[in-house]
């Protein structure tokens, strides 16, 4: 009896479950169909159905986003950034120029037409910022180290400013130069001490002295590095302290011009680039830039010591090859400068300072850095097989 009771009540269950099967069903087809007003829609509005995969973030959300932070970028930032320019006259020797030397404009030069040599020229050679509206602008100072050169300025909308002035950083590759303009539109500046390796970096600049306003992105590969500059056969040499690296490409004529963050900050000057390997370039950071404009404005000037000479550090190594003394080979030396004042002359080598050896590690810069304006040093120098002894009174660069 028992058994078959059980299968009795196991066929009503089954016929049960099959009942609601039906029922839910025909309920299914009925809301599908639209019979009596109800779709899923009713149900999604007052049930809340939950959602599929299809309303979470596309993969192409990601790419987009990074795609816009590019481009505000460079519609914020691109009215601050120019082109430098040089006006002079052509010459045959300009063909024997280092084209990639980052010290020396950095731009190729291409044969010279007969016609032209010994007329003017003009060349764009760099790149710069603006940072204030009646027309200061920062740029490296390699980039405008000719004294005897006309420079000009080109503005993000093609307007042309001659240079009426420049102030040249005797400590850092930094140059301010002053134009006759007004509202100009002034570049953001960020802080150099919050950069971190691998966040977005952004460049503009006119790169090769031809493409201007050229845009580059990469990351910032490192910071705090310590490097030395200059030209490919070892002959020009600035060292370097302190520059943030990065594999945003840094082209010849790119120099001056503003390494960006991601909000359109600048917070680094693209200064140099290693011509031993790829995707490596360096800015100056922008703290520094801060500091010496910071100075500048309340002062006139950068208001730090100054000799007046370029100068190039020869290495033991150099000196020991060629036979003469280690220390800094003087490239020139600036008219009316204290050094100029105190008879020290172009190809001189100065080996002594108060009497402290100038080395690879304790260069001219470094050394003079630490004394203050209005000092008087003595100047030990090597010129023509002879050492001599001069008394500089340290000034100021205005």
Do not use: C
């Amino acid at each position: 009896m028992g058994k078959e009771y059980r299968s009795k009540d196991g066929m009503k269950l089954h016929k049960w479950l099959l009942g609601i099967a039906v029922v839910l069903f025909l309920v299914g087809g009925a809301v599908s169909s639209g019979v009596f007003g109800l779709n899923w829609q009713f149900f999604d509005r007052y049930v809340h159905l939950p959602q599929g995969p299809a309303t979470l973030p596309s993969a192409n959300f990601r790419v987009v986003n990074e795609e816009s932070v590019v481009t505000d970028v460079v519609d914020k930032a691109s009215p601050s950034v120019v082109t430098i320019g040089v006006t002079q006259t052509s010459r045959i020797s300009d063909l024997f120029q280092n084209p990639f030397d980052p010290f020396n404009q950095a731009i190729p030069q291409q044969p010279l037409p007969r016609s032209t040599q010994g007329q003017n020229q003009e060349q764009d050679i760099g790149s710069g910022f603006i940072i204030s509206t009646d027309g200061l602008i920062v740029t490296n100072k390699h980039v405008v180290s000719d004294t005897q050169m006309k420079y000009r300025v080109i503005t993000n909308d093609n307007r042309s400013y001659d240079v009426i002035k420049i102030y040249r950083d005797p400590d850092n590759d930094l140059a301010i130069i002053k134009i006759n303009a007004t509202n100009l539109k002034p570049i953001e500046m960020g802080d150099s001490t919050k950069i971190k390796v691998g966040q977005t970096a952004i460049a503009i600049g006119t790169a090769l002295g031809e493409f201007r306003n050229t845009v580059t992105t990469g990351v910032i590969s490192g910071v705090g590095r310590g490097i030395t500059a200059g030209g490919t056969f070892g002959d020009v040499t600035e060292k370097l302290d302190n520059v943030i690296q990065t594999d945003a490409a840094i082209n010849p004529g790119n120099s001056g011009g503003p390494l960006l963050n991601s909000a359109g900050q600048a917070i680094g000057v693209n200064t140099a680039v290693a011509q031993q390997g790829q995707s490596i370039g360096f800015a100056l950071p922008i703290n520094v830039v801060k500091d010496a404009v910071s100075n500048f404005n309340s002062t006139g000037q950068f208001n730090r010591p100054y000799m007046g000479v370029e100068f190039r550090m020869i290495t033991r190594q150099m000196a020991i090859l060629n036979d003469i003394p280690e220390g800094a080979y003087v490239a020139s030396v600036v008219s009316g400068s204290p050094s100029d004042k105190a008879g020290i002359q172009a190809d001189d080598i100065i080996t002594k300072i108060n009497g402290d050896k100038l080395t690879d590690t304790n260069d001219l810069s470094h050394v003079v850095s630490g004394k203050k304006v209005g000092d008087t040093i003595s100047v030990e120098i090597w010129r023509d097989g002879k050492t001599l002894t001069k008394s500089v009174t340290l000034g100021t660069q205005g």
